[in-house]
């Protein structure tokens, strides 16, 4: 006879699994991943209990999968969220606790008690031996933060789980509120910021832990097994739903930022460097003090485009960004700008010479030769300064400025090349808000 009893707690996790997919497969997190195989093994739980009265072999090994499908969930949560999870010595300790949680619960419910004391070391002792073997190679603080319980947790186990009545009731509940205690310590860690995504799922984390503490307190002092389904699994939901609102609020964040982002260099685009100097310009007069704008084209970048191809061409704009972010202060602003074109803002520039010094630097560092595969690529810049207040006392005409300086240094110290007509290319008018049809023509 199977508990259909659980059949509707099955049927609406299978629901949220498949909600959860349909909003994982609209974001490109790498944690949602791990966080849907989590939900699946949440309904691999629910799905196992409904063979818990089967006699024999079958119920217990029902009971087993369906714990172990519990901790296995709780575990990828927490692996998802840590940020050195590409390190080699980040599998292993996953793995250890994967297989550690496993043994220990069949070895619980199913294994000769003389394994047991074996097994709850193996729970503490196998991730912390990953971890001082990996010392040398990597060491972080929160693998000793969110490493350190599972020892506490070996203690607890070897004191308790021999205790006569519900020994393995406290083991088991300890384990799983260990498990879901450091999903909400992982989640603090990874998300600190003031959402509702945020506060959801760490909420619901941090009752889901509690839950394994309030079902023996129940047992002890009111003699009810477990609280009722429907408070046991609010945790779930309320963790499910926290985590939709979590990948739909990075969705949003990273729609917004690539509306204010060259999405081939990653530096802030057109719109978002005019919001910039404008308000740099206002820092500026309101503390009396100067802010430059440097307008940087690249030579002979169509040529390039030209003779080896857009591909290589995306790859030296890129080369360019990466060169100006590094160059320029976190106070300032490097931006792309055109489609060879990029500025930067410097913020409280002492004097014109050093705004030169800085021109220059960024002329020598972009002149350089760069490889790209079997391409070797050089190219030059030309570079357009202008100083506010000297040059101009509006972002409009200080862009104009700029460009004009880059014009001429452009056309007319090379021997005059171009006779075409200025355009300024930075200037603050509908002309320039038009979009390019590919990233080495923007």
Not at 28 to 49: K, N, T, Y
Not at 357 to 366: A, H, P
Not at 420 to 426: D, G, K, T
């Amino acid at each position: 006879m199977l508990n259909w009893t659980q059949l509707p707690d099955l049927a609406v996790s299978a629901l949220l699994a498949w909600a959860f997919a349909s909003v994982v497969r609209r974001n490109r997190e790498q944690d949602s991943g791990l966080w849907l195989i989590g939900w699946l093994m949440i309904v691999v739980h629910f799905a196992a209990i409904l063979f818990l009265p089967l006699p024999g072999l079958f119920g217990l090994l029902a009971e087993i999968v369906s714990i172990a499908a519990l901790a296995w969930a709780g575990i990828l949560f927490m692996w998802a969220t840590v940020p050195y999870r590409k390190e080699i010595s980040s599998r292993w300790i996953v793995a250890s606790l994967v297989v550690g949680h496993t043994f220990y619960i069949t070895v619980l419910l199913a294994g000769p008690a003389w394994a047991l004391t074996a097994a709850s070391v193996v729970i503490g002792a196998a991730p912390m031996a990953v971890l001082l073997f990996s010392l040398s190679r990597f060491n972080h603080r929160f693998r000793w933060i969110t490493m350190l319980p599972y020892c506490v947790l070996s203690a607890f186990l070897l004191l308790f789980q021999y205790r006569p009545g519900n020994g393995g009731d406290l083991a088991i509940n300890a384990v799983l509120f260990n498990i879901y205690l450091g999903c909400s310590v992982h989640f603090i860690y990874r998300y600190r910021r003031a959402t509702a995504g945020t506060f959801i799922t760490i909420t619901g984390f941090l009752s889901w832990a509690f839950l394994f503490l309030v079902s023996p307190l129940m047992v002890a002092y009111l003699g009810q097994a477990r609280a009722q389904n429907d408070i046991w699994n609010l945790p779930k939901y309320l963790v499910a739903v926290g985590m939709m609102l979590l990948l739909l609020e990075e969705q949003i964040e990273h729609n917004r930022h690539l509306a204010l982002h060259d999405p081939l260099t990653g530096l802030p685009n057109r719109r978002l460097f005019q919001d910039r100097l404008t308000s740099a310009i206002e820092r500026a007069r309101r503390t009396r003090t100067r802010a430059a704008l440097m307008v940087i084209d690249l030579d002979e970048f169509k040529r390039i485009n030209d003779t080896l191809g857009h591909h290589v061409g995306d790859l030296l704009l890129q080369q360019v960004g990466s060169i100006l972010s590094k160059r320029v202060r976190r106070s300032d602003t490097a931006a792309r700008t055109g489609g060879d074109e990029f500025s930067v803002i410097l913020e409280e520039t002492a004097s014109r010479e050093d705004a030169l010094l800085v021109g220059q630097s960024l002329e020598k560092l972009i002149g350089r030769p760069m490889q790209f595969g079997e391409h070797s690529v050089q190219i030059g810049a030309s570079i357009g300064i202008a100083i506010f207040p000297e040059d101009a006392s509006d972002p409009e005409a200080l862009c104009i400025a700029a460009d004009l300086r880059m014009y001429r240094t452009k056309h007319g110290s090379a021997g005059r090349r171009s006779q075409a007509p200025f355009v300024p290319s930075c200037a603050f008018s509908a002309l320039q808000q038009r979009q390019p049809a590919s990233p080495t023509e923007q």
